[in-house]
């Protein structure tokens, strides 16, 4: 899998950490390794119409998309749902939530749930056109990644804790 993640002003540590769980995730979420190694994921980091967004990529193959584009819009996550302003550990998860989020809807495409044609966005064939938010929640590609975001970020922090301790160890190892 090759991941590039496009941002201004993102800590080293959170980029690694979404590396690290664009691989974590694809894997939870059942993609074998055969495919996940043909996949090319672009992250973009900025202004967005939503705070996240997965897209089969301009020129990939419809029918059998590798490529995916996801815009992440960490500006749009500095505040909570009661606008209270998130503390950095606070904001990390979020941006890291809304990745797996964003991952999920790419399992979706890679295993034909939800497909990009000339009718638009489809979900098993249909497409949903939501008129509102209420309607958005009742999508039943958005009920999956809901569901699944938060179990997938509490999963990568127990493994991504114990790789940084392990880290940690070996460079005070070095001193
Ligand atoms: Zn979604």
């Known amino acids: ?22 691989g974590y995730a694809i894997s939870s979420l059942g993609i074998s390794n055969r495919i996940s190694k043909n ?39 500095e505040k909570d749902d009661y606008n209270r302003p998130l503390e950095d550990t606070e904001w990390g998860h979020r941006v890291l939530r809304t990745l797996a989020h964003e991952l999920v809807h790419v399992k979706q495409y890679i295993v034909g749930e939800l497909s990009w044609r000339d009718a638009g966005l489809l979900w098993k064939g249909v497409n949903h ?24 970020l509490v999963g990568f922090l ?16 070095l001193v």
Request: charged share 35%; with cysteine.
């Open 129 to 152: 056109n939501p008129d509102n938010l209420l309607e958005y929640y009742d999508l039943p590609y958005e009920i999956e990644a809901h569901g699944r975001e938060y179990g997938l």
């Open 158 to 173: 127990l493994v991504w804790t114990g790789l940084e301790k392990k880290f940690e160890k070996e460079l005070n190892k």
């Open 1 to 22: 899998m090759k991941v590039k993640i496009h941002s201004k002003h993102v800590d080293f540590k959170l980029k690694a950490a979404m590396h690290s769980m664009c």
């Open 39 to 77: 996949l090319n994921l672009t992250i973009h980091m900025g202004h967005h119409e939503t705070e996240g967004e997965a897209r089969v990529a301009k020129d990939a193959n419809r029918y059998r998309p590798r490529d995916f584009k996801i815009n992440l819009d960490h500006h749009r996550m």
